[in-house]
């Protein structure tokens, strides 16, 4: 895992100066879904931080058996059912799939006092795919006012799962079209500086079209089970 995590990071730097931007501006996060904490202590020992969960209830698990590593951060990644939302408002940090108002209000109600806000990231189905979850471009301005407004959340910006079967052509206009998103977003909500885009096998082109935090899983930890 040590070599691994070299070479992902390696690959971070070498993207990031491809197309001249500082090594810094784009953030890690390990998508251990399905792995064992014992990994994510691995890797905590070589420096890594951001944590990203698809699962509740796995996620939970995790959190709790490694609360002893007080910095870790821990992303929420996957699809929300509003009887979870309570479960990740107490436990996590970032929540990065949200797309329903619903979601929003319940994760505001539900966030401890004791924490600080929840970091939230609206999830974009920027191609439109029946399959997916995520808001259409159309209604990301509505939804994020949401967010604004709602005391116990801060919007920090978008996050986006591109189509799998995309030629590299439909890939960068959808990386593009969600960056121009991303930059009208910004003028409108000061605290919007996060755009999560990229995994295993796209992380060069997502920083190339101005990802600032790319999630990755397989390079990292192997491929999974199915």
């Not at 079967?165 to 990386?175: I, M, P, R, V």
């Amino acid at each position: 895992m040590s070599a691994r995590f070299q070479l992902v990071s390696a690959q971070i730097d070498a993207a990031c100066e491809e197309c001249q931007r500082p090594q810094n501006s784009v953030k890690l996060l390990a998508v251990s879904k399905t792995k064992p904490a014992t990994d994510i202590a691995e890797l905590y020992q070589y420096g890594q931080r951001a944590f990203g969960e698809n699962y509740v209830q796995e996620g939970i698990e995790k959190i709790n058996e490694l609360a002893a590593l007080t910095d870790l951060e821990w992303h929420f990644i996957g699809p929300l059912q509003s009887n979870k939302t309570k479960d990740v408002a107490e436990h996590f940090t970032w929540m990065q799939s949200l797309d329903r108002e619903k979601i929003a209000r319940r994760l505001n109600d539900q966030r401890p006092l004791s924490l600080p806000p929840l970091q939230v990231l609206i999830q974009v189905n920027i191609d439109d795919e029946e399959s997916k979850s995520g808001v259409a471009l159309a209604n990301i301005a509505a939804l994020a006012q949401t967010v604004e407004d709602l005391p116990r959340l801060t919007l920090r910006g978008l996050m986006a799962i591109p189509a799998a079967n995309a030629t590299a052509e439909q890939q960068a206009q959808s990386y593009s079209t969600l960056y121009d998103a991303f930059l009208e977003l910004q003028q409108s909500h000061p605290t919007v500086d996060t755009l999560s885009l990229g995994m295993s096998n796209d992380l060069e082109a997502a920083v190339r079209h101005g990802s600032t935090m790319v999630r990755i899983g397989t390079a990292l930890f192997g491929a999974r089970e199915k």
